[in-house]
C-alpha cells in the first residue's frame, strides 16, 4: 500500500496535523536553503586556498540540520520522491557517479568530504520539491527571499565599500563580481516572472521594485555576462509570451526573422573569408575572454589525461599549494604566473565537470538538465493559471540561463556554488507531479 492510500485511510484531523507539519517544515528548509546558499554562514568573509581545503565547520553542521529535515520530507512523501528521481535519472546517476569517483580519484578524502556536500544538497533540494504544493506560494517565498539578498547586498556595499567595491565592479558579499552578477541575475528572473504572474496590482507593483533592485545591482557588478546572459533570457522570454498569445502568426514572423538572420550570419562570415579568429574579433573586444582561452587550454589537456572518469569529483583544484595543477607550469604567462589558489575552476562548466568525472557522465548530465529545461518549459505553457505558468517559467528561464553560464563559469553540479544549487532545487520541483487539487497546475 502506497503512502497516498495509507494517508487517506488516517482520520482527518490527523491528515491535516500531517499535512500541518510538513508545510512548516517546508517554509523553514526553503528559507534556511535559499539565506545558506545565496548569503551563506559568512557573507563578507573572503576565503583562502588553506580554509577551502579544510571546509568550514558552521557549514557542515548547516548542511547536516538541513538533510535532516530533507530526508524526513522525502520519506514523508516517498512516493513523490522517487517519481522526482525518475524524471531526473541522468541528473542523479551523474550525482551518485560524482561519490563513486571516490574509488578512482587523485584525492579520495577530498572528493568524499566534496561528494557529501553535492548530496547533502541534492537531499535538501528534493526535500523542499516534494513539499512544494503551491506553485504560486513557492514562487512567492522564493521572490522574498531574493528581495532580501539584494537589500543585504546593497547595504553592505554602502556600509562596507573597502570589502565590497572591488576595481573591478561591485561584489557585494561574494568577494568577486562574477558570483555577484550571477546572484544579481538569478534575482532579475524570479523577480521579472513574479510579476506575470501576479494576482493583484500591488504584487505587481512590489515585483517590479524587486526586479528594479536587482537589475541595478547586476549593473553595479560590472559583470558583462551576467548582464548580457539576464536581458537575453529575458529577451527570449518575452518572445515565448507573445508567441502563447498571438499564436501562429507570431511563429511564421519568427520562423522569416530566424531566416533573415541566417542569411545575414552567412554574409557576415562571407565578408571575413569565413576566418574563425576574424569573425571572433569583430564580434568581441577580447577574443581572448580576460585570459580564458589559456586557462580552458590548460583545462582541455588536464582532463584528456582522463577522460573517462575523470581525476575524481572535486579532486582537481584546491587541493593544496603543493599538488595545485598550476605549480608545474612553466613562468611566463599569467596562467603561469598566478599566485596559488586564486584559480580553483575552469570558468567553463563542460569542461570542469569533463576534469572531475569524465566525459560520458559529463554528457549525462548535460542531457539530464536539458530534459529538464524542455519538460518545464512545456509546462509553462500548459499551466492552467499564470501564477504557476509565470513559476514554470521561472524554472526554465534558469536552467536555460544555467547551461549558457557554463560557458564561461563553472557551476554544473558543482558542490557549494549558488547556481547548481537553484538548478538542482528547479529541476526537482518543475518534476513534480499534479495532484488531484491540481494545486501545481
Same mark, same amino acid.
Request: aromatic share 14%.
Given at each position: 500500500m502506497s503512502f497516498a492510500e495509507n494517508a487517506r485511510d488516517l482520520p482527518r484531523a490527523t491528515r491535516a496535523f500531517c499535512a500541518e507539519r510538513i508545510a512548516l517544515a517546508h517554509k523553514a528548509l526553503l528559507y534556511a536553503f535559499l539565506i545558506f546558499t545565496f548569503i551563506g554562514t559568512q557573507p563578507l568573509v573572503v576565503t583562502t586556498p588553506e580554509e577551502r581545503?579544510?571546509?568550514?565547520?558552521?557549514d557542515r553542521i548547516s548542511l547536516f540540520a538541513m538533510?535532516?529535515?530533507?530526508?524526513?520530507?522525502?520519506?514523508?512523501?516517498?512516493?513523490?520522491?522517487?517519481?522526482?528521481?525518475?524524471?531526473n535519472r541522468l541528473v542523479i546517476a551523474a550525482v551518485l557517479f560524482c561519490g563513486a569517483s571516490i574509488l578512482w580519484s587523485d584525492y579520495p578524502e577530498l572528493t568524499l568530504r566534496r561528494a557529501m556536500v553535492l548530496g547533502f544538497t541534492t537531499a535538501i533540494a528534493l526535500?523542499?520539491?516534494?513539499?512544494?504544493?503551491?506553485?504560486?506560494?513557492?514562487?512567492?517565498r522564493l521572490f522574498g527571499v531574493m528581495f532580501f539578498v539584494i537589500v543585504f547586498n546593497l547595504v553592505a556595499t554602502v556600509l562596507f565599500p573597502e570589502q565590497a567595491v572591488t576595481s573591478l565592479g561591485v561584489a557585494g558579499i561574494y568577494g568577486q563580481k562574477n558570483p555577484a552578477g550571477m546572484v544579481a541575475m538569478i534575482a532579475v528572473v524570479i523577480s521579472v516572472t513574479y510579476v506575470f504572474g501576479a494576482r493583484s496590482a500591488s504584487? %505587481?507593483?512590489? !515585483? +517590479?521594485? /524587486?526586479? $528594479? &533592485?536587482?537589475?541595478? =545591482?547586476l549593473l553595479l557588478t560590472l559583470s558583462k555576462t551576467s548582464t548580457g546572459l539576464c536581458v537575453f533570457a529575458l529577451g527570449v522570454g518575452f518572445l515565448f509570451w507573445v508567441a502563447h498569445r498571438t499564436g501562429r502568426g507570431f511563429a511564421l514572423l519568427t520562423?522569416?526573422?530566424?531566416?533573415? %538572420?541566417?542569411? !545575414? +550570419?552567412? /554574409?557576415? $562570415? &562571407?565578408?571575413?573569408? =569565413?576566418?574563425?579568429?576574424?569573425?571572433?574579433?569583430?564580434?568581441?573586444?577580447?577574443?581572448?575572454?580576460?585570459?580564458?582561452?589559456?586557462?580552458?587550454?590548460?583545462?582541455?589537456?588536464?582532463?584528456?589525461?582522463?577522460?573517462?572518469?575523470?581525476?575524481?569529483?572535486?579532486?582537481?583544484w584546491d587541493v593544496g599549494a603543493v599538488n595545485d595543477p598550476l605549480v608545474k607550469l612553466e613562468p611566463g604567462t599569467w596562467l603561469g604566473d598566478v599566485d596559488v589558489g586564486v584559480i580553483n575552476q575552469a570558468h567553463d562548466g563542460y569542461l570542469e565537470l569533463f576534469l572531475h568525472v569524465g566525459l560520458p557522465m559529463t554528457f549525462a548530465a548535460v542531457l539530464g538538465f536539458a530534459a529538464a529545461l524542455f519538460r518545464i518549459a512545456g509546462r509553462a505553457v500548459t499551466g492552467r493559471s499564470a501564477g504557476v505558468q509565470a513559476a514554470y517559467a521561472m524554472m526554465a528561464m534558469l536552467l536555460f540561463l544555467n547551461l549558457l553560464h557554463n560557458f564561461t563559469e563553472a557551476s554544473l553540479l558543482m558542490r557549494g556554488a549558488p547556481f547548481c544549487s537553484v538548478v538542482l532545487l528547479m529541476c526537482f520541483v518543475g518534476a513534480r507531479g499534479r495532484p488531484a487539487g491540481e494545486i501545481l497546475s
Open positions: 581545503l579544510a571546509g568550514n565547520s558552521l538533510t535532516g529535515i530533507g530526508v524526513a520530507l522525502a520519506w514523508a512523501r516517498r512516493d513523490q520522491a522517487l517519481a522526482i528521481l525518475r524524471a526535500g523542499i520539491a516534494v513539499s512544494a504544493d503551491d506553485l504560486r506560494l513557492f514562487h512567492a504584487e %505587481a507593483v512590489f !515585483g +517590479l521594485v /524587486g526586479a $528594479a &533592485m536587482a537589475f541595478f =545591482f520562423l522569416g526573422g530566424l531566416v533573415l %538572420a541566417l542569411a !545575414g +550570419l552567412i /554574409g557576415f $562570415a &562571407m565578408v571575413h573569408d =569565413f576566418e574563425g579568429q576574424a569573425m571572433l574579433e569583430a564580434l568581441v573586444s577580447d577574443p581572448t575572454f580576460t585570459g580564458r582561452d589559456e586557462l580552458w587550454a590548460f583545462a582541455w589537456r588536464s582532463a584528456l589525461q582522463a577522460p573517462w572518469f575523470g581525476h575524481g569529483y572535486g579532486a582537481f
